[in-house]
Nanobody, 125 residues
């Protein structure tokens, strides 16, 4: 079992930046592909980014590419999401996830087995 706890959410003006953190416990995250998803009010949950076990590869949703950067520190059992040039449409609850890639599956298609409870990011215009 992996427990994931997100932090760092809050209110920011459009154009601003925030960094989310995801602290894992229970097992070391170097066994897992990690990721971030988000769910805006009234919308379906959507993929944001996935990062490989070593951090050597990432896959981003087109909507955040060039603005968001995901990284991980396996020694600290922590994953980060640096969000720059934030837009009102980035407003959502952001969820940290842990899972695995099987066979020829892409990073973005990783089967996520563990989810945090989320942290709210609100971007004002």
């Amino acid at each position: 079992q992996v427990q994931l706890v997100e932090s760092g959410g809050g209110l920011v003006q459009a154009g601003g930046s925030l960094t989310l953190s995801c602290a894992a416990s229970g097992r070391t995250i170097n066994e897992y592909t990690m990721g971030w998803f988000r769910q805006a009010p009234g919308k379906e949950r959507e993929f944001v980014v996935a990062i490989s076990r070593t951090g050597g590869a990432t896959s981003y949703a087109d909507s955040v590419k060039g603005r968001f950067t995901c990284s991980r520190d396996n020694q600290k059992n922590t994953v980060y999401l640096q969000m720059n040039s934030l837009k009102p449409e980035d407003t959502a609850v952001y969820y940290c996830t842990a899972g695995r890639v099987y066979g020829s599956m892409s990073l973005a298609g990783a089967k996520m087995d563990y989810w945090g409870k989320g942290t709210l990011v609100t971007v004002s215009s």
